[in-house]
């Protein structure tokens, strides 16, 4: 257990719709990161936060859109979702603070399937 | 920014053989690479990682190697085990933006 959670565990929805996910990082991580995996790709990027802010983006679609809260978990909004989206999302959390030794913990990823 | 290439894409060997997974990098600035180990279903787990005053790094059947000059960085598992069967990760961290990963390697360990 890496004690990063995230929920829910699976989620099937219909196309059109808009769903949340939820990360909680690990105690004292202020850096939270998300990604998608498909099943023919690698660990796409997509955001991160640190401490409240977005600090870096990747491949991450303008359906998409993310925040990390006061207390630090962090919600991953996608809308209008299509059948491409179905995929594993994974949270990750780092403590960030900005030596080379910064390692991300994962979540345990929600499975979205998109009908 | 950084961009991450893993060889080879899927790699299978017998129980007991050694295998080896590649990674090279482009950002000379990368100073941290971890290796994930992810297997069916799961989530990725570190398994190893080398920071760049290394030039290898072990952890019983593991190491990691990291040729600085080159740009290259490398996972060797000895006795491979079925257990050792999943897909491997390696990563880079320059030291701005975030970790880039590589693609992943499949290893499959035959009984």
């Known amino acids: 257990d890496s004690g990063v959670t995230q929920t829910p565990k699976h989620l099937i929805t219909a196309t059109g719709q808009r769903v949340t996910l939820r990360c909680s990082p690990r105690?004292?991580?202020?850096?939270v990161y998300w990604y998608q995996q498909s099943l023919d790709q690698g660990l796409q990027f997509l955001i991160q936060y640190y401490n409240g802010e977005e600090r870096a983006k990747g491949n991450i679609l303008e359906r998409f859109s993310a925040q990390q809260f006061p207390d630090l978990h962090s919600e991953l909004n996608l809308s209008s979702l299509e059948l491409g989206d179905s995929a594993l999302y994974f949270c990750?959390?780092?403590?960030?603070?900005?030596?080379?030794?910064?390692?991300?913990?994962f979540g345990p990823g929600t499975r979205l399937t998109v009908l | 920014g950084e961009n991450v290439e893993q060889h080879p894409s899927t790699l299978s060997v017998q129980e007991g053989d050694s295998a080896v997974i590649k990674c090279t990098y482009s950002?000379?600035?990368?100073?941290?690479f971890p290796w994930y180990k992810q297997e069916l279903g799961k989530r990725p787990q570190l398994i190893i990682d080398i920071r760049s005053n290394v030039g290898e790094k072990k952890d019983q059947r593991i190491a990691v190697t990291l040729n600085k000059t080159a740009k290259h960085f490398s996972l060797h598992i000895t006795e491979t085990q079925p257990e050792d069967s999943a897909v491997y990760f390696c990563a880079a961290y320059p030291g701005y933006s975030t970790l880039t990963f590589g693609k992943g390697t499949m290893l499959l360990v035959s009984p």
């Open positions: 105690s004292g991580d202020l850096s």
């Open positions: 950002d000379s600035a990368s100073n941290y």
């Open positions: 990750a959390s780092s403590q960030d603070s900005g030596h080379p030794s910064d390692t991300q913990y």
